[in-house]
């Protein structure tokens, strides 16, 4: 039953070196999603979401403003709420503590999918040929 239950976690795009990504993205590594519903809360802003259904490997693009939600400070909650393949009911939570990060002198590093590699390598062919 748990290879039918979807598996949620960020993914981030337009990452600087050294710096905080821009673009972010919430990841399905599980099983179908139904009727997905996305709270995302911080601070007082709450943003709602909803997408039909959200499979394995797929991407929901959660915004292009990550680096700037990470300068606000706060705690960052995405609150989840889903039918898997079977429809039963499930939720899931999933936080960053923006001013634990900072408190702590934790940085965010590089992390990237092979997907993402080759895309980085093609942005930087298209900007050799233009040069």
């Known amino acids: ?16 070196s050294g710096g905080v990504p821009s673009m972010w993205n919430l990841k399905n590594s599980g099983g179908l999603a139904r009727t997905l519903r996305i709270d995302l809360r911080q601070g007082d802003d709450t943003s709602k979401m909803f997408v039909p259904s959200c499979g394995r490997d797929e991407l929901v693009q959660l915004g292009q403003d990550f680096k700037d939600r990470y300068e606000r400070g706060s705690k960052l909650t995405l609150c ?36 993402a590699a080759l895309e980085e390598i093609v942005e930087e062919l298209r900007r050799l040929q233009r040069d």
């Open 80 to 115: 989840l709420e889903y039918r898997d393949t079977y429809l039963r009911a499930g939720r899931e939570t999933l936080e960053i503590d923006f001013d634990d990060l900072k408190r702590s002198g934790r940085s965010l590093p590089y992390s990237f999918t092979h997907v």
């Open 1 to 16: 039953m748990e290879a039918v239950k979807p598996a949620f976690g960020f993914e981030f795009g337009i990452w600087p």
